[in-house]
């Protein structure tokens, strides 16, 4: 889908510096072209480029569309690393239209019920899931549920596994992102043996870590395929 960006509508480009340098190369062609039209037939030499231009710019629109060239996607695949009790899954992270992050995909493994979910600070698995830090908290907020006002970037919420062991995810959110200062890819996804408790809970890490519990499966968030 579009990620609706000024630069790519009008300059048919991503960079709005190059479509910086290209304006002003426009601007020059336009003078030399007056010059050199000295009054004959001015309006539609002068105006012949633009014209060219905006078939251009419509056609790498179309093509960038088409392509889905404009659409951040990141993978994770998740698995029980030193803990060994066959918990696995894959998880995509994607861009939205309205630039939200739409993640998706199934852990299984796992017991039936609900288990904390999160975005974890390091994408380091030197020590199993154990090494991925603390949840991605940029902004210094507590730890929080998926809906709250303030919360941890990494504040998933719960996943919920049904009776076979599998937990089908599919959230939206507008904290998470792909690109920019506050991306999350080389961070990690990190399931937990029991629920989060979304901050609501009394216990000493209700604020910290929603009372999850032990990490049970993780995994680093890379570039996927598109
Ligand atoms: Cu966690
Ligand atoms: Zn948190």
Redesign the pocket.
């Given at each position: 889908m579009l990620n609706f960006s000024w630069s790519v509508v009008f300059f048919g480009l991503q960079k709005p510096k190059i479509s910086l340098i290209i304006i002003f190369a426009m601007i020059g062609l336009t003078g030399y072209l007056l010059w050199i039209s000295s009054g004959k037939r001015l309006a539609f030499w002068t105006l012949l480029p633009y014209f060219l231009w905006i078939l251009f710019a419509m056609y790498l629109n179309f093509y960038i569309v088409a392509n889905n060239m404009n659409t951040m996607k990141a993978v994770c695949v998740l698995d029980s690393q030193t803990m060994k009790k066959g918990v696995s899954g894959i998880v995509y992270l994607e861009e939205t239209a309205d630039k939200k992050t739409r993640i998706y995909g199934s852990i299984r493994g796992l017991r039936p019920g609900l288990h904390?979910?999160?975005i974890?600070e390091a994408g380091d698995m030197t020590k199993g899931c154990d090494s991925a830090c603390s949840?991605y908290n940029p902004y210094g907020h507590n730890h929080g549920g998926l809906t709250a006002k303030k919360r941890h970037v990494?504040d998933l919420g719960n996943v919920e596994a049904g009776k076979n062991g599998v937990a089908a995810i599919d959230i939206v959110d507008r904290f998470v992102k792909l690109r920019g200062k506050y991306s999350v890819i080389g961070r990690s996804l990190?399931v937990?043996e029991d629920e989060d408790d979304l901050g609501n809970g009394n216990h000493d890490d209700s604020l910290t870590?929603g009372h999850?519990g032990k990490?049970l499966a993780c995994g680093v968030i890379g570039y996927a395929k598109i």
């Open positions: 904390g979910f999160h974890h949840h990494g990190v937990h870590t999850s990490r």
